[in-house]
């Protein structure tokens, strides 16, 4: 078995994660297209990532760009009933965010990472209170894609829970988001090379995926390590 798991019900999806990971830009693992309902706490045990809602692999790139070493559980999960884009999904109106709960009170990981729409602030509070409730900590910054250079705002509401209370963050995530290098992208020249055209790429990939670079400093500005 892989130290990774990724989970994507989206068969479009999946398949580039899997052609992502044979061509060696992401990580080696097992991607699992089942629906995150379907997954028990049972089934993750023995990864050392776990990268649920995975999309096409953003999380799993952000942790390499930051350096991250270690267990580490990550979910950009899509609430349908409040986001506007609902990330290209189509499985109905489904709250997921109750199921990865139960799968991080099941499966208790030291470190969570995870991020939301920008105007979801609601659903960040819920999300604080159910984690508090599990004896997590929990951080988050409102970090938009152009603040690290990209074309874009793409503004996104990013987290971490952690379990340990003695963890401090290396840096406060504003003065961390304040020393971020630029990137640029090059969003038109992604989609042809791979057959696509641009606004099919967009609508079933692109609108499906964070921005890595972004959350590679928010990982850098929230890592709280617990201690061994």
Sequence with gaps: MSVIYYNEWDPYCAGWLRNLIAAGHLPEGDVDERDVREVDADDLEGYEQVHLFAGIGGWPLALELAGWEGPVWTGSCPCQPFSSARRGRTNGDADLWPAWRQLIAS?????????QVAHESSWL?????????????????VLPACSVGQDHIRSRIFFVGHTDRQSKSELPVDAQVARMPRYRSEPRRVGPKNGLSVRMARLRAYGNAIVPQVAAEFVRAARCLPSA
């Design 107 to 115: 499966g208790r990981p030291g470190i969570v990472f995870g991020e």
């Design 125 to 141: 509070d819920r999300v604080c209170d159910d984690l508090g409730t599990l004896d997590y900590e929990v951080g988050a910054a």
